[in-house]
């Protein structure tokens, strides 16, 4: 196969670069997604360098020594990272715990002989039933 000329290697250097450091010009952005004219002009710069025959890891060098560490993009903090993982994991231990206990309700409920005490929502036995009509004919002759 051909292999790939110099002009195309320095300009996959480039979009690589643009592509993952982050613009000094506009927070938030790569360098290729900054729409402001110095990220054009640093875009050009790179692939100026990387023409002239500097390697990928030896641009990137030079623009975080230019521009600071901020532009290899934002790596954050540990107990930022732990603390996330920690409050994601409490979340999954707190689902489980309600599902168990939801499922174990739902098995006491479908339980044939289960005390009226220990499940509010089991529909009244016939004795009730009666009490309660009783409770009712008395009330309707006060």
Same mark, same amino acid.
């Given at each position: 196969?051909f292999a790939?000329?110099?002009?195309?290697?320095?300009?996959? @250097? =480039?979009?690589?670069?643009?592509?993952?450091?982050?613009?000094?010009?506009?927070?938030?952005?790569?360098? %290729?997604?900054?729409?402001?004219?110095?990220?054009?002009?640093? +875009?050009?710069? #790179?692939?100026?360098?990387?023409?002239?025959g500097?390697?990928?890891? +030896? #641009?990137?060098?030079?623009? @975080?020594?230019?521009?600071?560490?901020?532009i290899?993009?934002?790596?954050? =903090?540990?107990?930022?990272?732990?603390?996330?993982?920690?409050?994601?994991?409490?979340?999954?231990?707190? #689902? %489980?715990?309600?599902g168990?206990?939801?499922?174990?309700?739902s098995r @006491? @409920?479908? =339980?044939?002989?289960t005390?009226?005490?220990?499940?509010?929502t089991?529909?009244?036995?016939?004795? +009730?039933?009666?009490?309660?009509?009783? %409770?009712?004919?008395?009330?309707d002759?006060?």
């Open positions: 196969m790939p000329t110099s002009d195309a290697r320095a300009e996959q @250097v =480039q979009a690589e670069l643009a592509n993952e450091l982050m613009s000094p010009y506009c927070p938030g952005r790569t360098i %290729a997604a900054c729409p402001s004219g110095q990220a054009r002009k640093l +875009e050009d710069h #790179i692939l100026a360098e990387a023409k002239a500097k390697s990928r890891a +030896e #641009i990137e060098d030079s623009l @975080v020594a230019r521009f600071g560490a901020q290899v993009g934002y790596a954050p =903090q540990p107990a930022v990272m732990y603390g996330a993982a920690a409050l994601g994991a409490l979340g999954l231990v707190m #689902i %489980a715990a309600a168990r206990r939801w499922l174990r309700r @006491v @409920v479908s =339980q044939p002989g005390p009226r005490a220990a499940v509010a089991a529909s009244p036995t016939a004795a +009730e039933r009666a009490r309660l009509a009783d %409770a009712i004919d008395d009330a002759e006060f």
